[in-house]
């Protein structure tokens, strides 16, 4: 009999895990609580501001191979925007100045001998920064790696930060280190920046969903897990919020790709030693609607993006007429009102594309949303991390994912649908 592979939660390691087992000739049913499938990558109709936009602004690169893979499988690998060059603009609110980070295309760094590609004033014993990142054991913070200077202050400090989502001195060098293996250490043509041309959802989810359904899976929304039965050390049923009972067949498998919260109320009284993160970091996001179009000249036209230093913003995004802007590890902001982090923001934001690329914006701030995703992601710290469980569990027909699951590397999309390709490759029947 061909197993039944149960599939819990409908964000983007839920997809990946499905997806993948779709092509094995398995059944696949995946299970989503909410209305509509996505998770923290999601896009939706934002009526006030007339547009549809995404939950935030997520940014990938071209190295990162299981989202790649996950794309081509999917077939929505175009509906990416490719900027072209491995480049990155940049506006520091200190000095108010405007450099551009701009790296060669292979592995070795030429770009740190070109005046016009590297980053100003920086001194190259700095560089060794990163062979102290590199190095650095599981117990290290960022902090700890970083020396004072340009490297830190228009480098490393923006990009540690988004990546890892956590304030410095608390986060994770190890983790950093990942991130930077599988982008500026690799090279250029690993660090395309990258990013949906729509929306997440019509990148990540629709085109996952059509091809589920192709493959003849069964996608099931509004259908929220509330818990399990075990019998001789394996899962035989679920429950569900409506009372519904689905029972689990001997070679069956159900993979978990519930945030870990709900992992641990579901699962940890049946799991010898469940482990899981619980402090999280929130991200957020301020989408401007703007009263025409921008038209935008070099660098910017080419990127549609840029990073920020030495503020609270910390990258804008520029598209379909909307500016959008992400502030990470924002739990440090959560004392501000709204009115006060608008004002702040768009300040900010009149700042960089004003006085930075030239481009001349309203003095009062156009309506904006802000989304304020307060369990973004894990603290990527080195306690947290160490309480990441592996795919397999005690359970013999029970297999984890998520990107709070040990993927190596911090909450992102590349970890999230990494995770699910190995809870698929765990699933061996
Ligand atoms: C604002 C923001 C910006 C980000 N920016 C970036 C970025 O630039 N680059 C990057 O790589 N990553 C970024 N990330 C991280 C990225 O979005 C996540 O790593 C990824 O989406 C996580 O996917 P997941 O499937 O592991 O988890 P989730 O997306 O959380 O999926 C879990 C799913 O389970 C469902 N669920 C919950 N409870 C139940 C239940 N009881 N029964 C059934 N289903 C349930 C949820 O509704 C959800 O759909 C960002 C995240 C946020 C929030």
Redesign the pocket.
């Known amino acids: 009999m061909v197993a039944h592979i149960h599939v ?9 895990a499905a997806t993948r087992m779709a092509t094995q000739s398995r059944r696949v049913t995946l ?4 209305r509509a ?6 896009s939706y109709y934002d009526s006030q501001l007339g547009s549809r936009i995404d ?6 690169l071209s190295g ?1 191979q299981a ?1 790649m893979a996950y794309l081509e499988r999917i077939g929505s690998k175009t509906s990416l925007y490719v900027s072209g060059k491995p480049q990155f603009p940049f506006y520091d609110l200190g000095t108010h100045k405007q450099w551009t980070l701009l790296l060669s295309k292979g592995r070795f760094p030429f770009w740190l001998f070109s005046s016009s590609q590297r980053i100003p004033g920086v001194r190259l014993k700095e560089y060794a920064t990163f062979l102290k990142l590199l190095r650095a054991d599981h117990t290290v913070t960022v902090a700890e790696c970083l020396r004072e200077g340009n490297l830190a202050h228009l480098l490393l400090t923006p990009l540690a930060i ?1 990546a890892l ?1 956590t304030p410095l001195d608390k986060a994770s060098a190890q983790l950093f280190a990942s991130i930077l293996r599988q982008s500026v250490i690799a090279g250029g043509g690993h660090c395309l920046p990258l990013f949906p041309q729509e929306g997440l959802s019509e990148t990540f989810v629709e085109p996952a969903i059509n091809f589920l359904k192709f493959m003849g899976a069964e996608v099931r929304e509004a ?4 818990g399990c039965e075990i019998a001789e050390n394996r899962i035989v049923s679920l429950f ?2 409506s009372g519904e009972r689905v029972l689990v067949e001997k070679n069956d498998y159900v993979v978990s ?3 870990p919260w ?1 992992a641990r109320e ?1 699962f940890s009284p049946h799991v010898a030693g469940f482990t899981a993160p619980d402090e999280y970091e929130s ?1 957020l ?1 301020v989408h401007y609607r703007l009263p025409q179009e921008l038209s935008l000249c070099g660098v910017l036209a080419e990127s549609r993006f840029c990073g920020v230093s030495g503020g609270m913003v910390e990258w804008i995004f520029i598209r379909n007429g909307i500016i959008s802007i ?1 502030v ?1 590890a924002a739990n440090r902001y959560i004392n501000l009102s709204q009115s006060e982090v608008e004002e702040k923001i768009w300040g900010e934001v009149k700042t960089v594309l004003g006085k930075g690329f030239r481009l001349s914006l309203p003095d009062t701030p156009p309506f904006a949303r802000l ?1 304020w ?1 307060k369990r ?2 894990f603290a990527a710290t080195p306690h947290q991390d160490t309480k990441r469980p592996s795919a397999k569990t005690s359970l013999s027909n029970l297999v984890l ?4 699951t040990d993927t190596g590397l911090p ?6 649908i990494r ?2 390709m190995r809870a698929a490759e765990a699933c061996s029947v």
Do not use: C, K, M, Q
């Open positions: 819990l939660g409908g964000g983007l390691a839920g997809l990946s299970y989503e609580a909410a499938l996505g998770g923290r990558a999601r939950n935030g602004n997520h940014l990938i990162n989202v988004s989502n259908t929220r897990v509330t569900f919020s790709t519930l945030p709900v579901v991200i996001n992400t990470s989304v995703e973004a992601t994912a998520g990107d709070w909450s992102t999309i590349e970890g999230a995770s699910g």
